[in-house]
């Protein structure tokens, strides 16, 4: 069994870096990637949103299958430190690539060597997060220990975030708005990113394989898919993360857009309008246990979502001004950060309660994060096609597209999140009446 103590502050520090490193290598692309596509790679808008969702279709055939396969490297290594070393490597190196000028290749080549990279950053990324997260299990065995380790590791993914989303536009502007700012950004961002990843790999290296993975011999992948379904729960809370991720997918997506033409801005605007969202996500993350601990799970799930959807519409449908912006992207990344930390430790809870009984963590785990991404790719896919309804945006932009513009920055969201609601709303309903019940009784 792991070690039932809490988990030490140097280990959990160690442990959040590692999420750390791997969002600084991998931030940016949701962030600015559609964008840089298609205003400096010079990539049409729907052919870029579909590049984008190559590595995603990649996820969903092999992520279940990837995290499946970590828990044999894992087992023939002893330990999970072989697998953060190689992610430490390669995240960082492949960042650097994704944005090394490539307008001067015929289209076709060009498109052909960005959705391999796509493709090999997304994949290495499960190996890291399957891996990363499957380590909570060997260091303890005790779901406040684990979330202890899932508030670190939700507060280094929001740090990195944070830091993306101020100091990506500001190193675009600070080494030159074109092709090269981007690449030298890129090169900033990538040596942040392999130093934390190195420092998560010094903390976590020398802890033992313990928990979650199958010992004997397994059945066919098909066949454990299969018996995975069995845990409902598990699948609602994908479910849930699948649509919190299209939405706020979407949100980033669309906001440089929305920055330039909207608000007439430049790209260091961005850093104005994403700070509140990241610093609030800290404090979401923070407050998150509290709530969990005082409210049923399914009621905190509802609310924070509710919030989130207010979030969107203050953000996206009020007025175009600076402060009315931060205001609503506050309370965007206040719920957000709740349901960070309260999904992925509910999605933990249930995979690891199905590892008990001889099933593959690291399986469940490959789904979650197929799922994760899943989520990104249908925000990017909803976004790259929603400009190509939008029209040209080139020179000065007609009022029709602005206009257009504007639907496409709330709506996408804003659906999205109405939608987890609708997927939440029952469970409360139906807790409530058992609450009742047991009162009565």
């Not at 796509?118 to 499960?126: D, E, H, I, K, R």
């Not at 969201?413 to 409360?428: E, Y």
Request: hydrophobic residues 55%; charged residues 10%; aromatic residues 6%.
């Amino acid at each position: 069994m792991a070690d039932t103590s809490a988990p030490s502050r140097v280990l959990s520090a160690g442990f959040g870096a590692g999420t750390l490193g791997s969002t600084l290598s991998s931030g940016v692309v949701p962030l600015l990637f559609l964008f840089y596509l298609t205003e400096f790679a010079h990539v049409p808008p729907a052919l870029a949103g579909l590049l984008l969702a190559i590595p995603k279709v990649a996820d969903m055939l092999l992520d279940p299958w990837i995290g499946r396969c970590t828990d044999g490297w894992a087992r023939k290594a002893g330990n999970r430190g072989a697998l953060l070393a190689v992610t430490a490597l390669v995240l960082p190196a492949v960042l650097v690539l994704l944005f090394v000028p490539t307008d001067s290749l015929a289209l076709p080549l060009r498109v052909s060597l960005i959705g391999v990279l796509l493709v090999v950053q997304s994949l290495v990324l499960t190996v890291f997060s399957v891996a990363h997260t499957a380590l909570a299990g060997d260091i303890t065995d005790t779901i406040t220990g684990r979330s202890t380790l899932m508030s670190a590791r939700a507060l280094g993914q929001t740090f990195a975030g944070l830091a993306v989303s101020v100091l990506a536009p500001q190193l675009v502007a600070a080494f030159g708005s074109g092709s090269g700012g981007y690449l030298c950004m890129a090169a900033v961002l990538a040596a942040a990113s392999a130093l934390a990843l190195v420092l998560c790999w010094l903390a976590v290296r020398r802890t033992p394989l313990r928990a979650g993975v199958e010992s004997h011999a397994t059945a066919p992948l098909l066949a454990a898919l299969r018996a995975t379904l069995r845990n409902r729960e598990f699948y609602r809370v994908v479910l849930i993360l699948v649509l919190l991720g299209t939405s706020s997918t979407a949100l980033f997506a669309a906001l440089p857009y929305a920055n330039q033409h909207l608000l007439r801005a430049g790209p260091e605007n961005l850093s104005a309008l994403l700070t509140p969202i990241f610093v609030s996500l800290l404090l979401g993350v923070a407050i998150a246990p509290v709530l969990a601990r005082l409210l049923r799970p399914n009621a905190v799930l509802g609310a924070a979502l509710l919030a989130a959807f207010a979030g969107v519409l203050w953000f996206a449908a009020g007025p175009r001004e600076n402060v009315s912006m931060m205001a609503g992207g506050a309370l965007f990344g206040l719920s957000c950060g709740t349901l960070t930390v309260l999904i992925s430790t509910l999605a933990m809870e249930a995979a690891t309660n199905s590892s008990s009984r001889g099933e593959s963590l690291g399986l469940y785990l490959g789904i979650l994060f197929s799922a994760e991404k899943l989520g990104q790719s249908l925000g990017g896919i909803v976004v790259g096609f929603g400009l190509e309804w939008v029209g040209t945006l080139q020179g000065t932009p007609a009022p029709a597209a602005l206009h257009r513009l504007a639907t496409l920055f709330v709506a996408v969201p804003a659906a999205a999140l109405l939608s987890a609601l609708l997927v939440v709303l029952p469970l409360i309903a139906r807790n409530s009446a058992q609450a009742i019940k047991d009162n009565n009784a």
